[in-house]
């Protein structure tokens, strides 16, 4: 699998999945009434967070050999990723903790029931809000993902080097990591390293490198495999639309990763697929996708004063607002993607630079 070509297949389900945990968020937190079809509705959209793991570590797969020959180090391998991912964090941290002071000053009230917490700010900064060793201090708490994936990123160095250096295969490892996920999500463990948020991304993550096995090992045959893909999708949503999968009980989200996500990602992998999405806008709009997905929340702060300051604003029907309001978020996006994150990711590349 060619490290720097994009899949731009692959990057629609990124584009679609952020897009998904918007709207979700936006009528959890900003409908007057906190449900609608993407929150409270027949299918709990939150579980697409499962779907960014396993595209982070069917992604991943990429790197297993360069780990497992010892041909990069553990100081390299993390930084690169933690310089790519958590200044970004840092900033909408900080201001979303200044936001939170100026909705209390201007409205008298708390946004999300959440005050100033400068330890929680500095938590989500470092990358490890939730799933380490400390409760989440929800600070812009999306990010909370990001800290689960810093702690997945880890793990896969170890397996990997451990798996080289004893001539192991690594999927014995990825198997056991994707069993430790569902026993913590399935016994309700809450313990460091062992809670709900690192269960998510354990199971989903090292499922994506599983699949990324797979598809690559049966990369000439991909397409035959699209018909049970699409069987699978087709069952899906028959069950959603008769009896619901509104995450009630854990039966639904192992359903939605293993079967439901990793058949789009099969899909997205055929040659069909490969040959609708070719264009590079795709790459381009999901390039963007990580700072919209940083920002939303700081965004909806923003909102949601402007419906308390405002109240002709609610006269709008509350979906199209949610429209205006996700384009909104992806204009925000591109501004942070090439004056945000681009000029730090260049500033950064020098101390990778000195790190190798």
């Not at 170890?158 to 016994?187: Q, R, T, W």
């Not at 709900?196 to 797979?214: D, H, K, M, V």
């Not at 909806?300 to 978020?329: C, F, Q």
């Amino acid at each position: 699998m060619n490290t720097k070509e994009r899949d731009h297949a692959i990057d629609v389900l990124k584009i679609l999945a952020t897009a998904i945990i918007i709207m979700h968020h936006y009528t959890q937190d900003i409908y007057a009434t906190g449900t609608g079809f993407f929150f409270g509705g027949p299918v709990n959209f939150g579980r697409c967070v499962e779907l960014f793991f396993i595209i982070s570590g069917y992604l991943m797969y990429r790197y297993q050999i360069t780990v497992q020959r010892h041909e990069i180090s553990f100081k390299k391998f993390y930084c690169i990723r933690a310089f790519r991912l958590l200044p970004l964090v840092g900033i909408a941290a900080i201001v979303y903790e200044i936001g939170l002071i100026l909705f209390k000053s201007a409205t008298g009230t708390l946004f999300l029931n959440e005050d100033l917490n400068l330890s929680g700010a500095l938590f989500d900064s470092l990358g490890i809000q939730d799933g380490w060793a400390t409760l989440n201090p929800m600070v812009n708490n999306p990010t909370w993902y990001i800290s689960v994936l810093m702690l997945c990123y880890l793990i896969f160095y170890v397996i990997n080097y451990l798996a080289g250096k004893h001539n192991i295969s690594a999927n014995y490892y990825y198997l056991a990591m994707i069993f430790i996920g569902i026993g913590v999500l399935s016994y309700e463990i809450n313990l460091p390293f062992l809670n709900s948020s690192s269960g998510r991304g354990y199971y989903a993550f090292f499922t994506g490198i599983l699949l990324a096995n797979f598809i690559s090992a049966n990369k000439e045959s991909i397409n035959k495999y699209s018909l049970l893909a699409v069987i699978l999708i087709m069952l899906t949503l028959g069950y959603i639309l008769y009896v619901r999968m509104d995450g009630q009980n854990f039966d639904d989200y192992y359903w939605l990763t293993f079967a439901f996500f990793s058949a789009l990602i099969i899909l997205a992998e055929t040659k069909v697929a490969k040959k609708i999405f070719s264009s590079s806008f795709w790459s381009v709009i999901a390039k963007c996708a990580y700072d919209v997905f940083i920002w939303h929340v700081c965004m909806e702060m923003l909102y949601k004063y402007l419906l308390i300051r405002y109240p002709a604003l609610s006269l709008h029907t509350e979906w199209k607002m949610m429209l205006g309001a996700l384009v909104i978020d992806w204009i925000v996006g591109l501004f942070s993607y090439y004056f945000i994150e681009k000029p730090i990711s260049a500033k950064t590349r020098v101390l990778i630079e000195r790190i190798k």
